[in-house]
């Protein structure tokens, strides 16, 4: 057999695996979470909160000294806590990348930097799209390099 034709055969397998194994962390079902967050002048604990792309997210929101509110960019949530009342919000994180929450009462004079970070991730599908492409472009340039070298022949 030519060398070109093993090259396709092997490019072939290999773009046709990483299509079909599972990729880890991929594949979990969507899971439910509640995610208490305490908001204190002027801090909110925690400050990261990671989750993966489609589960529901309860966000807690509770006040431990005065009123305290928390904006979250990019999903347009917006809930307010009263000391001894919690707040709460369900969402789907059905969008990828990260999102910052901040304080949306004015809680005192160092209110501005009291933010926090969601993080919704990772994109899995992207990276086996990458990994397709890298391989495809290998398969084709060896390809294409053998098969001009089986022509001068
Ligand atoms: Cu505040």
Partial sequence: MKHS?????????LAIGIAIIPWPGEGKAPVQRVIHINARQ???DPPRIRV????????????IDVVHG?????YD??????PGLSARATFI???VGKFRYRCSVTCGNLHPFMIGELIVGPNTPLWRAI??????????LAFL???SREMAR
């Fill in 5 to 13: 034709a093993v090259i396709l055969i092997i490019t072939a397998v």
């Fill in 42 to 44: 002027f801090a909110f």
């Fill in 52 to 63: 993966n792309r489609g589960d529901q997210v309860t966000l807690v929101l509770h006040a």
């Fill in 70 to 74: 928390l904006y979250l960019d990019g």
């Fill in 77 to 82: 949530v917006n809930l307010k806590a009263v």
């Fill in 93 to 95: 994180a059905d969008r």
């Fill in 131 to 140: 990994a397709l492409t890298i391989v495809a472009a290998t398969g084709a």
């Fill in 145 to 147: 390099y053998t098969r």
